[in-house]
């Protein structure tokens, strides 16, 4: 079993800046692709950003120049650093992963989601 705890979410002035961490345990070989997801109120989830295993990055387009997706392979761990925040950044976000188990499957999981919420 794996287990995806997230961390850093909370309330931020519009214009600022917050760093979210993911940090994954369990029945891990390798994580290949990292990502967060988004999802505001009444809307559907959103993929933010993505991270490979080889460190090529990928960004929404609302995000792109100020969000900044990175991960320590060493700890299992995915970071989101969100600058120059917009109200329209609120949202609970969730981290994502690819890996392959020590039995050598193929798997997804999920977190259980941080709020953000950005005030103007």
């Known amino acids: 079993q794996v287990q995806l705890v997230e961390s850093g979410g909370g309330l931020v002035q519009a214009g600022g800046s917050l760093r979210l961490s993911c940090a994954a345990s369990?029945?891990?070989?390798?994580?290949?692709?990292m990502r967060w997801y988004r999802q505001a109120p009444g809307k559907q989830r959103e993929l933010v950003a993505t991270?490979?295993?080889?460190?090529?990055?990928n960004y929404a387009d609302s995000v792109k120049g100020r969000f900044a997706i990175s991960r320590d392979n060493a700890k299992n761990t995915v970071y989101l650093q969100m600058d120059r925040l917009k109200p329209e950044d609120t949202a609970v976000y969730y981290c994502?992963?690819?890996?392959?188990?020590?039995?050598?499957?193929?798997?997804?999981?999920w977190g259980q989601g941080t709020l953000v919420t950005v005030s103007s």
């Open positions: 369990g029945s891990i070989f390798r994580i290949t692709v």
């Open positions: 994502n992963m690819d890996y392959v188990s020590h039995s050598i499957d193929t798997l997804n999981a």
């Open positions: 991270v490979t295993n080889g460190g090529s990055t």
